[in-house]
Nanobody
């Protein structure tokens, strides 16, 4: 069983920055892809960014150039640096750990990010 604990959410003004962190328990973190998803009120959950075990990153078009995902395998932690945030970035942000080979997929409890205009 893997537990994912997000932190770093909050209220930020448009144009500001925020860094989210997600700490994972267990020993499969370094073998897994990890990512950030978000869900705004009335909308479906969507991928924001993810990073594979090998370090390949992928971003949604809406955050490309503004957000940066990174991982620290020594700390079992994935980060999302959010710069130049916009009101439309307001959502609950969820951390995800995925390992197809081992058949694992875990979600964190979510952290609220609110961007004021």
């Amino acid at each position: 069983q893997v537990q994912l604990v997000e932190s770093g959410g909050g209220l930020v003004q448009a144009g500001g920055s925020l860094r989210l962190s997600c700490a994972a328990s267990g020993s499969i973190f370094r073998l897994s892809s990890v990512g950030w998803y978000r869900q705004a009120p009335g909308k479906q959950r969507e991928l924001v960014a993810d990073v594979t075990a090998g370090g390949t990153t992928n971003y949604a078009d809406s955050v490309q150039g503004r957000f940066t995902i990174s991982r620290d395998n020594a700390k079992n932690t994935v980060y999302l640096q959010m710069n130049s945030v916009k009101p439309e970035d307001t959502a609950v942000y969820y951390c995800n750990l995925d390992n197809h080979r081992l058949g694992y997929n875990y979600w964190g409890q979510g952290t609220q990010v609110t961007v004021s205009s």
